[in-house]
C-alpha cells in the first residue's frame, strides 16, 4: 500500500512540473518579462507567493497550482500531514530565441517539482516552450 501511495505521489509530482511548462501559465508569463531570467521557487504546501531573486512575486500559477495540489492530495486520500515538503522550481530563460521584447517573449521553462513524503523523496520534471504576446502599451 506504501508503495502504491509513492507511486501516486511521483505521478502528482510529474503532473505539476507539466502544469507548470503548458498553457496553464500563460497569465503569469507578463510577470516574468519584467524579470531577469532565473529560477522561480514556490512552496506548494504553505502556499507562499512564488520567489524569485529572494522577493515575493505576484503571479497566478503560484495560487492555482497550490490549490491543485490540495485538490489532488485529496482525492488521492493521501493526508496533507504526510507531506513533509513540497517545491516547484520553474526556471525561465528567454535568450534562445531573439525578440523584440517589448512585442513578443519565447520562454523556455524547465520545472522541477519535489514532493518529500515518509522520508522518501520524490521528484517531478517537465520542460516545455511557451510565446507570449505582450499588449501594446
Known amino acids: 500500500m506504501i508503495e502504491v501511495k509513492a507511486k501516486a505521489i511521483r505521478d502528482l509530482a510529474s503532473s505539476m512540473a507539466r502544469m507548470a511548462v503548458s498553457g496553464r501559465i500563460a497569465d503569469s508569463l507578463e510577470a516574468l518579462c519584467s524579470l531577469s ?13 512564488p520567489l524569485i531573486e529572494g522577493r515575493e512575486v505576484e503571479m ?7 490549490h491543485w495540489f490540495g485538490e489532488r492530495l485529496a482525492a488521492l486520500e493521501i493526508p496533507p500531514a ?3 515538503a513540497a517545491t516547484l522550481e ?3 530563460s528567454t535568450q534562445r530565441i531573439p525578440t523584440d521584447r517589448s512585442k513578443i517573449v519565447a520562454f523556455d521553462l524547465e520545472a522541477v ?17 511557451q510565446w507570449h504576446k505582450r499588449d501594446a502599451a
Open 82 to 84: 504526510s507531506i513533509e
Open 90 to 92: 520553474l526556471s525561465h
Open 113 to 129: 517539482v519535489c514532493i518529500a513524503s515518509g522520508g522518501r523523496r520524490l521528484v517531478g520534471e517537465a520542460r516545455g516552450m
Open 37 to 49: 531570467d532565473g529560477t522561480l521557487n514556490i512552496d506548494l504546501v504553505a502556499g507562499s507567493s
Open 60 to 66: 497566478p500559477i503560484g495560487p492555482r497550482l497550490t
